[in-house]
């Protein structure tokens, strides 16, 4: 029986992933290998795919064919639509006859399986076996949502950078899934490719003695989270200015989200003119990554971008962040999937106004990641509630206590929290006053 493996990515920074993955023998031989192509922005009539995007042709050539996920639902929406259950025999021959699977052993490598579209082609191909690879920090948190075991225990393995080293990853982990570390020169290589058909750009430092490179500032469109206001996120992005000029840098480069409006760029401009300094936009979409290997900063400037973290991790460029406390207290619900990221930038990474701090080290790191990621998920991971113990009564609680909130602490019982009253009249009187306040509040 012929062997069909079928790789699904939404960014090119997940097809660079899958690329160094088969270069370093991640996955096993196969008669095909076809890379199912999803352009998730809000309107994709308007925004260019992975397929379209500079240094695309140098990942083409991994695969024998590329498939497109949005003409094979058109009209409908990748994020959006989800099949009901009694179709998904007709949907999966209709799949199997438009893209030659016949009876093909169908492999599945898929991103962010917890929502669509990659868990409707999961559900879609029912018999297939699974791989996930993880896209960026998310994989060191819980799973986001409850996955359906008919899914999720067939996901064998999570494949992910190692972007912090010795940290094991959540992801999946309460299914058995193996984590396999995709080795760091395969994907360097990778993006060294990339970068080849990247163009030139703002010249960066050159060998000993010459010109020091620029400060790269990396742009997060977090507004249309409605994690943070749009004016709140252009300031943002104005304190990585003034924090780099504070720093002695005066060539800076911003490169912002290719979603984020343009008028915050202008203003970033005329903030580093002001400051002596002189900021260039990088507005074409190439990787970070790519960005590092051309400009070779001195320093990287973000939030909670994935991009300090192999700045830092496979580039030895020093970075910084900037607005991680503010994040960590608009993070709604608790459980957002973007709180662990935001808290190893937090506790990893030199804070960029407030100078040097003490990283806790791999075992409080790991006890760290536990207890948000029990906090954020107990339902889903109630094995992490000893290690969420241990963390909180022991002696990093006190340091760590910012990743957490004190009603979550309370309301799973753990340590940090408010003492719960045993008395059920005296709870009812509680609740009644909690509700009397809220009231009050509006």
Known sequence: MRTTQIFYASTLYGATTLAAALDSGC??????????VANNAAV????????????????????????????AISPLHPAG???RADDLPLLERHLRRLWDLGDDRVELALESVQVTP?????????????DVYADGLMSYGPTRNKIDPLVGQRVRRLLHLDLVPGLAPLLLAEFGAEAVVVPTEAFTKVVTEL?????????????????????????QYLAALSILTPAEEE????????????????????????????AWTRRLGREAEALGAELTVLDRPVLAEVAYRELRPALVVGCFSTG????????????????????????????????????????????????AQEAPDAEGLAGLVAAVGFAMQPKI?????????????????ERTRPYFKRRRLTVLGLPGGLPVPRHPRVRRLARRALRLKRALAK
Request: proline fraction near 11%.
């Open 27 to 36: 996955f096993g031989p196969a008669d095909r290998r076809l890379l199912l």
């Open 44 to 71: 994709p009539e308007t925004t260019p795919g992975l397929d379209e995007m500079p240094g695309f042709e140098k990942l083409r050539g991994r695969f024998d064919s590329v498939l497109s996920w949005n003409e």
């Open 81 to 83: 639509w989800t099949p």
């Open 118 to 130: 990659a868990l409707t082609i999961a559900r879609l191909f029912p018999d297939a076996r699974l």
């Open 195 to 219: 970068a080849e058909t990247a163009g030139p750009m703002e010249p960066g430092g050159g060998p000993a003695g010459e010109a020091e490179g620029p400060a790269l500032l990396l742009g």
């Open 235 to 262: 300031e943002l992005h104005v304190r990585m200015v003034r924090g780099a000029v504070a720093r002695g840098h005066r060539r800076l480069v911003f490169k912002p989200h290719p979603t984020a409006p343009d």
């Open 308 to 355: 300090l973290f192999t700045a830092h991790a496979f580039h030895g460029v020093p970075v910084a962040r900037v607005g991680t406390r503010t994040l960590l207290d608009r993070l709604t619900p608790y459980q957002n999937s973007n709180r662990v990221p935001v808290t190893l930038a937090d506790a990893l990474i030199p804070d960029l106004e407030g100078g």
């Open 381 to 397: 991971r109630p094995d992490l509630r000893e290690a969420a113990v241990r963390h909180l009564s022991g002696p990093l609680a």
